[in-house]
């Protein structure tokens, strides 16, 4: 039985060493096909100013008859239409996957369709995504073309001219709905522009053919450019601005294209006219593209589950514009990459980019090159956005549905800046090609510069770390420190913010709120407990007192009903009975405008209840007074018998 399992295993491995040659050699032969291609391309972009053809007014141009040329492009379509055939064979199960993902789309923008008028109406941000689902089967299929590029890659020319003709339809059905009126001749011009480029791809194996196609697209195209450059209104719009800068710069691009394919130059003029156009054509294409894609998530934001969301209820248009310049960034970087690849010139342009980044500079032991420097500083910045963007979508969403306390949520926040920023600074200097051996014997001997230099300030920063572990104070908090009274706006590393009450600023250090002492009025809770010292003329009723100045208390809206308002007698005084009223507030922020205001309603119940506040009293003894005085001091009349002077 061993045996035989061995003779199996020993037949499968040769199977598999069989099937790993056969890998090998193909893997070999596209190698040198792609050599081939790149050494073929290299080879046609440096002889590009060199003329491959004789001049437009050759007599040998004139050879060649009709007849042969419409034999070779007979012979050329029909081997191409092969080709065409054959590839749509293959890829049926393909096609059909498109169908249902177009159909999908299609009924999903058709139901958005009938839900936007509402959302516009409501929503004023909402116009402009709204004019992509003006017409939702062209939407719909723009969005399908774009999945064919990774599905059929390798789809013959004639295949990728139909489909790219073919998306020329809805992609200016959708641009109508997005650009002004007065750029639709540059929008239908473009168009058969494309499809003479198109037809001239096809007909490729007929050099003299395309040529002549070529020379009257390229005429065609200046007696355009030059009419749209002398028709028109005024300039005014910054669409205007830009198309006419546009047109000139295409106009001078034209004429160029013109004149070295009339001198002989066809495959310099072919490199610039395709080029040139498919790099206007992916603007189009990605341009609508990402005006869909924007708009789709605009109403996704709207409605569906994340509108649901606290950042997307409060931060809506700040998402959408973010997003926005996002879908467009984006979109501006795969149009950079494709008209790269149009004009061959990604290979190079990437291969000069990377010995430009990886070239080294050295500067004793230590090596630095300006892509670890740019990977550095980009890590450094990406971990501060990373930061932002989680603390934002915490204390905007998470915090509140989780009810964090306000202390809690900004120490928890700050401790998570605290760490992304640790981490990413380590994973820059690992970027940066710093030895981290090296770096743990620096930061050794910077940690001891820092115990004795720093001390001051690493006392701060733990006092911080304390502060925002323990809690004995929150932002939000309303602390005094000193004679100094205030709200804590920010915890920072070094110090921290105290808003007083005349709207300035305190700078506390960190280490002071922990050793020193500070009266938190906030910590546990919002209440305030107001008093109000009250003294009335001797002979009034203590318990009438009482009774009026704790239901004035309680008559105040902001007086907290637990603990209840509450009057105490506190002591016989020289001129007055004193009382003390004292009541509770639950909003801290109004405690001074609650007491005067239970001040006035205290003076206008005394003065009501006939209850008076006494001044002062005092009897005044004189020992010796001269005559005069004595005399100009005596009444005209009898005194009062209980007058005393």
């Not at 001078?252 to 498919?278: D, H, K, Q, T």
């Not at 990437?350 to 090159?369: M, V």
């Not at 929150?474 to 921290?496: E, F, K, L, P, Y």
């Not at 700078?507 to 305030?528: A, F, G, H």
């Amino acid at each position: 039985a061993i045996a035989r399992a061995e003779a199996s295993l020993q037949t499968r491995r040769a199977g598999i060493l069989s099937e790993q040659s056969r890998v090998a050699d193909q893997s070999e032969r596209v190698a040198r096909a792609l050599q081939t291609i790149r050494a073929a391309q290299h080879a046609a972009v440096s002889q590009l100013f060199s003329p491959d053809s004789p001049p437009l007014w050759h007599p040998e141009l004139r050879t060649g008859s009709a007849q042969a040329l419409v034999e070779s492009g007979q012979a050329s379509f029909g081997t191409q239409f092969l080709q065409v055939r054959d590839f749509a064979a293959r890829m049926g199960p393909r096609f059909l996957a498109l169908g249902l993902v177009f159909a999908g789309l299609a009924a999903l923008l058709f139901w958005l369709r009938r839900r936007a008028a509402k959302w516009t109406g409501e929503d004023p941000l909402l116009e402009r995504a709204n004019r992509v689902l003006r017409a939702p089967g062209a939407t719909a299929a723009v969005l399908t073309l774009l999945l064919c590029q990774p599905l059929f890659s390798q789809a013959p020319r004639l295949f990728w001219a139909c489909l790219a003709t073919l998306a020329l339809v809805p992609v200016v059905v959708v641009l109508r709905h997005l650009i002004d009126q007065h750029l639709y001749p540059i929008l239908n011009a473009m168009v058969v522009f494309y499809v003479l480029a198109r037809v001239r791809a096809v007909l490729a194996s007929l050099p003299l053919v395309s040529r002549l196609l070529l020379l009257l697209e390229m005429a065609g195209g200046i007696i355009f450019l030059i009419w749209f450059l002398r028709s028109g209104p005024p300039v005014r719009s910054l669409s205007h601005k830009v198309a006419r800068a546009g047109a000139r710069l295409a106009l001078v691009l034209f004429v160029v294209i013109f004149v070295a394919c009339a001198l002989g130059y066809f495959r310099l003029a072919n490199y610039l006219a395709a080029g040139s156009l498919a790099a206007a054509y992916l603007a189009i294409v990605l341009y609508a593209a990402a005006v869909i894609v924007n708009g789709l998530i605009s109403f996704a934001l709207k409605a569906g589950p994340a509108s649901d969301l606290g950042v997307v209820r409060f931060h809506r248009p700040l998402i959408q514009r973010r997003t926005a310049r996002l879908v467009f960034f984006a979109a501006t970087i795969a149009w950079l990459l494709l008209v790269l690849e149009t004009f061959s010139l990604r290979l190079p342009v990437f291969d000069w980019l990377e010995s430009a980044l990886t070239a080294e500079t050295n500067f004793r032991s230590l090596h630095i090159s300006l892509g670890a420097v740019l990977a550095f500083g980009f890590t450094l910045w990406l971990a501060a956005r990373l930061s932002r963007f989680i603390r934002f979508v915490l204390e905007e969403d998470i915090y509140a549905r989780l009810q964090v306390a306000p202390g809690a949520s900004y120490a928890a926040s700050t401790l998570m800046h605290y760490v992304i920023l640790l981490v990413a600074f380590f994973v820059a200097i690992a970027a940066l090609g710093v030895d981290m051996t090296k770096f743990t014997v620096l930061a050794g001997a910077l940690g001891v510069g820092i115990g004795f230099g720093l001390q001051n300030i690493i006392n701060n920063f733990v006092s911080g770390l304390i502060l925002l572990f323990e809690r004995p104070v929150n932002v939000g908090d309303v602390v005094q420190v000193g004679d100094m009274t205030g709200m804590i706006q920010r915890i920072g590393i070094r110090a921290s913010i105290i808003r007083v009450a005349n709207s300035s600023e305190l700078i506390v250090p960190n280490s002071l709120l922990i050793s020193e002492k500070v009266t938190n009025w906030t910590l546990s809770n919002r209440q305030r407990r107001i008093e109000l010292a009250v003294g009335v003329a001797y002979g009034t009723d203590p318990k009438r007192v009482i009774g009026l100045l704790t239901s004035v208390a309680a008559a105040h809206p902001l007086a907290a009903k637990q603990p209840a308002p509450q009057t105490l007698m506190t002591e016989f005084g020289a001129d007055s009975l004193n009382f003390d009223v004292r009541l509770w507030t639950d909003d801290y922020d109004q405690w001074l405008q609650i007491k005067s205001d239970v001040a006035v309603a205290i003076s206008d119940a005394l003065r009501a209840a006939g209850i008076g506040i006494p001044y002062p009293q005092r009897d005044l003894h004189l020992r010796s007074i001269d005559a005069d005085v004595a005399e100009a001091l005596r009444p005209s009349a009898p005194a009062d018998p209980g007058q005393n002077v």
